[in-house]
């Protein structure tokens, strides 16, 4: 009886897997056929002779519509908004944790109640203070309506997931590391940086990979906060992908599509195998 109720999950979790892969497999098609094979009943058949388009569709996505631009703001996106997340959330979970007061408690909770908060609740507010906001830095002005400093708002929304898991590893580290670390005369910054970070690292690449995932695929935030003629994002940009007098590039669409699905594929092969060990050591540690 178990060994047929294992098969039948299997057979289950099997067609589910495949329903979930059956429309990437499409934009992956979809993405090699001239333009009237994708908008005809042609679309949900394999590339024939006379639909193949080879690369065409891929040079006309990156050549065309401002697709490296857009690549290059997602990436420094991607990349600083993830880079800030792991740094001052690993930060505050290791105050959190080895700090036993009030304040500790209350921003921890205050993280984790950030976690359950809907961004619909919030977002027309926060477009409203992102236009609004700037900060007169010696000769700079630095708003908050721009690809350099947008890493700054996903810090906040991406604080929650993060301390929380962090935190919960923070608890495995036993304490007596760090008094000896002090001892030989490391103060809090050396021992963060010298023992504490490098013990991180599977929970440093779980957060990363998960940050990396959502910041790299999000389309609200950006749309809301950067001026959207000035500046798109990749997302940003599959949305207005038209060509003469409003019409959708199909073609080109798919293959932008697929080109930005690449690189979150690879960051998720390269950490896969530390989510599933950090999710579990920030769950229950403590």
Not at 177 to 202: K, S, W
Request: hydrophobic content about 50%; overall charge positive.
């Amino acid at each position: 009886m178990t060994k047929r109720k294992g098969s039948l999950w299997t057979l289950l979790f099997t067609v589910l897997g495949a329903l979930y892969l059956y429309p990437i497999i499409m934009v992956v098609l979809n993405s090699f056929k001239e333009e009237t094979a994708i908008t005809t009943a042609g679309a949900f058949e394999l590339p024939t002779a006379e639909t193949f388009a080879g690369l065409s569709n891929y040079v006309n996505a990156i050549a065309s519509k401002g697709f490296l631009q857009s690549f290059g703001y997602s990436l420094f996106i991607t990349v600083s908004s993830v880079a800030l997340i792991l740094l001052c959330c690993s930060m505050c979970a290791w105050y959190i944790t080895r700090v036993k007061s009030l304040l500790s408690k209350v921003l921890y909770y205050l993280c984790v109640f950030s976690m359950v908060v809907p961004f619909q609740m919030v977002m027309f507010t926060l477009s409203s203070v992102a236009d609004k906001l700037h900060i007169n830095l010696l000769f700079f002005d630095l708003r908050f309506n721009t690809p350099w400093t947008i890493c700054f708002i996903y810090l906040g929304f991406g604080a929650g997931l993060a301390v929380f898991m962090f935190s919960g590893f923070m608890k495995s580290i036993p304490l007596e590391i760090e008094e000896a670390a002090m001892i030989d005369g490391c103060n809090p910054i050396q021992t963060y940086f010298h023992i504490v970070f490098p013990i991180l690292r599977p929970t440093m690449i779980s957060v990363g990979v998960l940050e990396t995932m959502w910041v790299w695929n999000d389309y609200l935030l950006p749309t809301l906060v950067l001026d959207i003629k000035k500046y798109r994002t990749i997302p940003m940009l599959i949305q207005y992908f038209r060509g003469s007098y409003g019409r959708v590039e199909m073609g080109p669409m798919m293959a932008s599509i697929v080109l930005t699905i690449i690189p979150v594929v690879i960051v998720y092969l390269l950490g896969q195998k530390h989510i599933i060990k950090g999710v579990v050591a920030g769950a229950v540690k403590g």
